[in-house]
């Protein structure tokens, strides 16, 4: 796919820059609103998340920032009685039209979630490339291929190289959070959404993550969830801050390039929650 | 929790480190502290005690069968059928055979759809058909085999074949396992993190996928033991087969003709008022258990996951 050959041109995007190329995994949410069951969550979301950039969602607990990066692939609706209504546009095609497939939307939104989770019955290799082969594809060689590429891409491959037919389950923590982000990129996503990749791991493993989020940037559009703030300011290019109003369901409050938000926030909540103000 | 002892004098000489009695030391002369390590003792005890007397309990059972049981096996045992009313000799090959096929018969029509009942509670089961059938399943448990075995004789028997056959055995051991292989399994689905149905369906693989190749592997080792555990149970059932297979005292494959079964011949040594028979009744119990054991690691060791073995 289109991921490998515009190194050039997106690493030079500083932060901020607003791209405008089209088929690089633009998203754009329209009034987005997420219920589980009769509690809505996200009330009303709009905001437009820039192509081969770091966007960092960042709030307070329960103010809907997983609900909200589920909805994205349409994740959320496989909780139990869960809903989302709105538009979830992915370089123009909405993800909630009534003829999309969710199963081919989470192709193209691949999803890496907080607590690592490598299939624990399936081998290194396996992992690698259980979507591809479950959706498939028989080719050996091209598995091998795409199994050493994913895990190249993931800053992985030197340290498993060796152990590609031990179990998944046998690398460390932060091993198996990559093996868990190589297993997304093989299936050729255009945007990666991270929930809280680094909140099982140590500082070092954490780093190690962080420099692979900066690395991976250049090609694909990655959301991630963070509570960290540090790392949202490390890591992202733009910041969305999240709060619960009076009802309970969870509000944009602010969303810009992170230098400015963390610097010269517009929103006095959103000082107050930078700032540890916030009650 | 422990408290620092309440009697350490306050003020001791700067240089003078007198050995500190640790804050978590067992022998505190506090009462609770004592009265915690005696209940502590007491219960560990009797749960200690508890496992034992189970563990005794099969184990003199076991030992009372090999022990009577054993003088019955001899290569005869294991070819012959069972020779007519009163005469000594002959052995249990028919049931042995019989026993098998059935088994596997039942567990061929039991097996899947006891899977496929977990499968729909666990990952799909929801409102009210979910709750009929969770309530139908625990009903199907709780029937006494015999009333299970009336029932496949009056259907099958009765009607459908018209005489004691085989098949009738068999769906009566289905019947009986279904439950089993559905209770345990369902429960062993629901152990399944959902944080691993997540990861196949963030991949973007359909549900079954999901289901398929992520979810039942990962509860392999619950699938075999639920298997295993119900294989076992209708193994030994006896009443249903008197209804249904009849038993055999002569070698017959034909599901559709009346079949020898080992609980069953058990059953008919053991009534009959001859020693050696009696013997034969033991040999067979023996018998039966190896079968039910080998059924269980052959069914371990094929399922086997290769994993990490290279
Ligand atoms: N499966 C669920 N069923 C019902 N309510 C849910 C479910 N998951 C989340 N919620 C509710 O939705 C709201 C938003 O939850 P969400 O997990 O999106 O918050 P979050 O911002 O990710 O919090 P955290 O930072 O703690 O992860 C919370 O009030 C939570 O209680
Ligand atoms: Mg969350």
Redesign the interface.
């Known amino acids: 796919m289109s991921n490998n050959n515009n190194d050039g041109a997106s690493a030079v995007t500083s932060a901020g820059t607003v791209h405008s190329e089209a088929g690089h995994g633009s998203l754009v949410v329209e009034d987005l609103q997420a219920w589980y069951g009769r509690f809505r969550a996200v009330a009303n979301l709009s905001l437009t998340i820039t192509p081969r950039a770091v966007t960092a969602i960042i709030g307070p607990s329960g103010c809907g920032k997983s609900t909200f990066l589920r909805c994205i692939?349409r994740?959320h609706e496989?909780a139990?009685g869960a809903r989302a209504a709105g538009k979830v546009l992915l370089d123009g095609d909405d993800v909630y039209a009534p003829d999309a497939d969710p199963?081919?939307?989470?192709?193209h939104i691949?999803?890496v979630?907080q607590?690592p989770?490598?299939?624990?019955?399936?081998?290194v290799y396996d992992n690698v490339v259980?979507?591809l082969k479950?959706?498939g594809v028989k080719n050996r060689a091209m598995l091998d291929e795409v199994a050493e590429r994913s895990l190249r891409r993931a800053a992985l491959w030197d340290e498993v190289n060796d152990k590609l037919?031990?179990?998944g389950a046998?690398l460390s923590g932060g091993q198996q959070q990559r093996l868990?982000i190589a297993?997304?990129l093989a299936?050729e996503p255009q945007v990666l959404l991270m929930d809280e990749p680094c909140s099982a791991l140590d500082p070092v493993a954490t780093s190690k993550i962080e420099d692979l989020i900066r690395e991976l940037r250049q090609n694909y559009t990655i959301v991630i969830v963070t509570h960290n703030m540090q790392q949202a300011a490390r890591v992202s290019d733009h910041t969305a801050f999240l709060l619960l109003d009076e009802d309970r369901a969870g509000r944009l409050v602010e969303y810009g390039p992170t230098s400015q938000l963390f610097t010269n926030p517009q929103d006095r909540r959103t000082e107050d929650y930078i700032t540890g103000r916030f009650g | 929790m422990s408290r620092p002892a309440a009697s350490a004098p306050p003020m001791r000489a700067a240089f003078v480190q007198p050995p500190r009695p640790s804050p978590f030391n067992r022998n505190a002369s506090s009462g609770s502290a004592r009265s915690r390590y005696l209940v502590d003792g007491v219960m560990r005890g009797l749960i200690v005690s508890a496992a034992a007397a189970g563990v005794f309990l099969l184990l003199v059972i076991l030992l009372y069968v090999v022990v009577r049981g054993l003088p019955a096996l001899n290569l005869d045992f294991f070819t012959q059928r069972p020779l007519p009313y009163g005469e000594v000799g002959g052995g249990v090959a028919p049931a042995l055979l019989g026993t098998l096929e059935m088994l596997t018969v039942a567990s061929l029509l039991g097996v899947p759809i006891g899977i496929g009942t977990a499968i729909y509670l666990s990952e799909y089961g929801r409102g009210p058909f979910a709750s009929i059938v969770r309530f139908v399943v625990d009903l199907i448990a709780g029937l006494p085999s015999i009333v299970v075995g009336v029932f496949v004789w009056a259907l099958m028997v009765r009607h459908v074949v018209g005489n004691y056959n085989g098949l009738a055995g068999s769906v009566a051991l289905a019947i009986i396992m279904i439950p089993i292989v559905t209770r345990t399994v369902e429960e062993m689905l629901r152990l399944v993190p959902d944080t691993y149905r997540e990861a196949a369906l963030g991949l973007g693989l359909p549900r079954w996928k999901t289901i398929m190749a992520v979810v039942l592997p990962t509860a392999r080792a619950g699938l075999i033991t639920g298997v295993v555990l119900s294989m076992a149970r209708a193994g030994g059932e006896t009443a249903p087969l008197l209804l249904t297979a009849l038993g055999n005292q002569f070698f017959s494959a034909d599901l559709l003709a009346p079949m020898a079964a080992l609980p069953v011949q058990i059953y008919n040594y053991a009534v009959a008022p001859y020693d050696d028979w009696h013997t034969k009744a033991w040999g067979s119990a023996l018998v039966l258990i190896l079968v039910i054991s080998l059924l269980s690691l052959a069914t371990r060791l094929s399922t086997r996951n290769t994993l990490g073995e290279r």
């Open positions: 692939n994740m496989v139990r199963v081919q939307v989470r192709r691949g999803m979630f607590k989770n490598p299939f624990p019955m399936m081998s259980a979507g479950l959706a037919n031990n179990s046998a868990c297993r997304a299936m």
